[in-house]
């Protein structure tokens, strides 16, 4: 039996990829790869039919088996649901090629007791804490904790929404009773934590990784409230930018040895090796990072302003992080930065508003058209015409020299855009 890697068999031809997701950060991954690789989705959104095939499949099953029928070389995971529910082991038992954790190694994000009691394990720094199910345990806990506020969070995945920064000892105890009871947030709140806050400034990192080797991407920080000046409620991000230069060579060193590293091989002595994006929450306290969090995927905006900065192949990055052959290649970035400004609609993120078609004026001007493009997310295709119909919208990028050239950019293009109920921060970067 002749057996043929994928580069041999396709030498000419290009890579199929198969994009699991439809928000802005599955756009932009398929975006920056569309002349290397034909592209599908499932789903993808509205604005991914003008370069890819979106597909209807939901189901693990079917979609590895349509991947197997449809000799896809390749699936990329956006979204963390996915991965928690364990599409990475469907996939692999098929002998598909799949770039994400498995089910055991996204619990680092599934589980924030299972990934606190991980970097506690591997002495990986973090913010001191309890776990616990039993309120008087936690109650202990807070009575004897000496600073405020505390940080109390859900086990599960909530959305976002499981982390409450509590001003007074009674205010802890009263969210660990809410969640505890299963009031706040069902079944993913039976389990919580509760640690020390930590003060310092907050930073997203991301790792490309094969379960052994990884790539550290430039620095990036993102917006989280939907208002300027960092007021209002939380939502998924409302801009981003990279790098920033909130970090030296210093800091990525330290980021690299005293926390990838050692949860890389951690990991792959906790018998579930860490494939996929590694994304860190990092919390800066005198200098030192410190690990507030681990996702196991890409952020929103994140990666939509990480992906334009890639100078060496996207597909390939992927495709040799998902066969463990990231050592073979070196992955390299513009000396530019990126900055993103997500469009969102009137009534986000509280409630979903009325789809309002979007009308996107010409670009003529030649340093925006070179200088900036649009990530699509929350919209769909009627009639040949593109109408809002999500929560985030889009995200207009900008690129340059400089941030304030970048987001100069970033601005005029967000400028050219048009719907009923837009809404944008105008402080991104
Ligand atoms: P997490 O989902 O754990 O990252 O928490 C969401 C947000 O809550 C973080 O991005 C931080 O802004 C904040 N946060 C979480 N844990 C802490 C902590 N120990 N100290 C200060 N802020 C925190
Ligand atoms: N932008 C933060 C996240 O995707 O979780």
Redesign the pocket.
């Known amino acids: 039996k002749i057996r043929y890697s994928c580069g041999e068999k396709r030498r000419g031809m290009k890579k199929k990829v198969l994009i699991i997701g439809g928000g802005g950060r599955e756009y932009s991954i398929g975006y920056f790869m569309k002349d290397e690789a034909e592209i599908y989705y499932a789903p993808g959104n509205g604005a991914t039919e003008e370069f890819a095939t979106n597909i209807d499949i939901k189901d693990f099953e079917e979609l590895a088996n349509w991947a197997k029928e449809n000799k896809i070389d390749l699936t990329i995971v956006g979204p963390e649901d996915q991965l928690v529910k364990g599409i990475v082991d469907v996939f692999k038992s098929y002998g598909l090629t799949i770039f994400g954790p498995s089910k055991e190694a996204a619990r680092l994000e599934g589980s924030?007791v299972y990934m606190k009691n991980f970097l506690k394990k591997y002495n990986i720094p973090t913010?001191r804490?309890i776990e616990t199910s039993n309120a008087k345990k936690a109650y202990d806990f807070i009575d004897k904790m000496d600073k405020l506020?505390i940080?109390v969070?859900a086990d599960g995945l909530c959305a976002?929404k499981?982390?409450i920064?509590a001003q007074s000892k009674d205010e802890a105890k009263k969210t660990v009773d809410e969640m505890l009871s299963g009031k706040a947030f069902g079944e993913a709140g039976k389990k919580v934590i509760v640690?020390?806050?930590?003060?310092?400034y907050?930073l997203s990192m991301f790792a490309i990784c094969d379960g052994k080797d990884f790539v550290l991407l430039p620095a990036a920080q993102d917006h989280?409230r939907l208002k300027d000046n960092d007021e209002g409620p939380?939502t998924g991000g409302m801009g981003a930018y990279a790098p920033t230069p909130l970090v030296n060579e210093e800091l990525y060193q330290k980021v690299k040895d005293r926390i990838i590293r050692p949860t890389l091989d951690g990991m792959k002595k906790e018998g579930s090796p860490f494939e996929g994006v590694l994304f860190i929450?990092i919390?800066v306290v005198n200098g030192e990072p410190?690990t507030?969090?681990f996702?196991v995927r890409f952020g929103d905006p994140e990666c939509e302003i990480l992906m334009p900065l890639m100078t060496s192949s996207v597909s390939d990055m992927f495709y040799k992080a998902s066969t463990n052959k990231l050592s073979e290649i070196k992955v390299e970035f513009s000396k530019q930065y990126a900055v993103g400004v997500v469009m969102a609609s009137g009534n986000y993120p509280y409630s979903s508003s009325t789809p309002a078609e979007i009308i996107l004026d010409d670009v003529k001007h030649d340093e925006i058209a070179k200088n900036t493009h649009i990530s699509f997310a929350g919209v769909s295709m009627e009639d040949d015409k593109l109408y809002a119909d999500g929560g985030r919208v889009l995200v207009c990028v900008g690129l340059g020299d400089t941030i304030k050239r970048a987001r100069d950019r970033a601005y005029l293009r967000c400028g050219q855009v048009h719907f009923a109920g837009k809404k944008i921060r105008t402080d991104i970067a």
Request: hydrophobic share 35%.
């Open positions: 924030k913010a804490y506020p940080v969070k976002g499981g982390v920064i640690e020390e806050f930590l003060d310092g907050e989280k939380n929450g919390m410190i507030l969090e996702n």
